[in-house]
T-cell receptor, first 114, second 112 residues
Framework: DTGVSQNPRHKITKRGQNVTFRCDPISEHNRLYWYRQTLGQGPEFLTYFQNEAQLEKSRLLSDRFSAERPKGSFSTLEIQRTEQGDSAMYLC????????????FGSGTRLTVV | SQQGEEDPQALSIQEGENATMNCSYKTSINNLQWYRQNSGRGLVHLILIRSNEREKHSGRLRVTLDTSKKSSSLLITASRAADTASYFCATALGASGSRLTFGEGTQLTVNP
């Protein structure tokens, strides 16, 4: 297993366009998390899945954001009608639950909205 | 919102010295974790300490947790230039440690 994989690594889009990011977690990990990180800040929680069920969404996740994990494996995060304020690093992480384990993060997708 | 606050925000030391970073949090926790992030990369899990533990070691890392003061510290001994990175504490609140809430991080620079 090569860890958590995120694609693309970088995405530049024009304001108003839709973008979709993909995350492939570690195969045996049942929990998958999405975080957003802006420059100089710590990651902020967006949402997480237990297998295919979305268990929690942050208030940060406006109705322009949607996340799916259709078969309990990979996940997608879509942002519709992007705004300049959406520019950030989007991080995906996975872990095995239950248990006191840390998260395994991917390298992130850096989104720039111009 | 950010649960943890790291102190200091930035730390610059010489190779071979020890580095200590502190983290304070606001609510009761299930466990506290420390992560490292190199510039522009994802986070790497360093160490997890449960709420009923007071101290934990992993290689050159030593973490302490004081739940009465709602604070934790990360000590890196005999630092190396490769330790240069941002360090974040993160708290897990739920019974099985659901989502993590991160602090704003400490930027550590180790000068050769």
């Amino acid at each position: 297993d090569t860890g958590v994989s995120q694609n693309p690594r970088h995405k530049i889009t024009k304001r108003g366009q839709n973008v979709t990011f993909r995350c492939d977690p570690i195969s045996e990990h049942n929990r998958l998390y999405w975080y957003r990180q802006t420059l100089g800040q710590g990651p902020e929680f967006l949402t997480y899945f237990q297998n295919e069920a979305q268990l929690e969404k942050s208030r940060l996740l406006s109705d322009r954001f949607s996340a799916e994990r259709p078969k309990g494996s990979f996940s997608t995060l879509e942002i519709q009608r992007t705004e300049q304020g959406d520019s950030a690093m989007y991080l995906c992480a996975s872990r095995l639950d239950p248990g006191h384990y840390g998260y395994t993060f991917g390298s992130g997708t850096r989104l720039t909205v111009v | 919102s950010q649960q943890g606050e790291e102190d200091p925000q930035a730390l610059s030391i010489q190779e071979g010295e020890n580095a200590t970073m502190n983290c304070s949090y606001k609510t009761s926790i299930n466990n506290l974790q420390w992560y490292r992030q190199n510039s522009g990369r994802g986070l790497v899990h360093l160490i997890l300490i449960r709420s009923n533990e007071r101290e934990k070691h992993s290689g050159r890392l030593r973490v302490t947790l004081d739940t009465s003061k709602k604070s934790s510290s990360l000590l890196i001994t005999a630092s190396r230039a490769a330790d240069t990175a941002s360090y974040f504490c993160a708290t897990a609140l739920g019974a099985s440690g659901s989502r993590l809430t991160f602090g704003e991080g400490t930027q550590l620079t180790v000068n050769p």
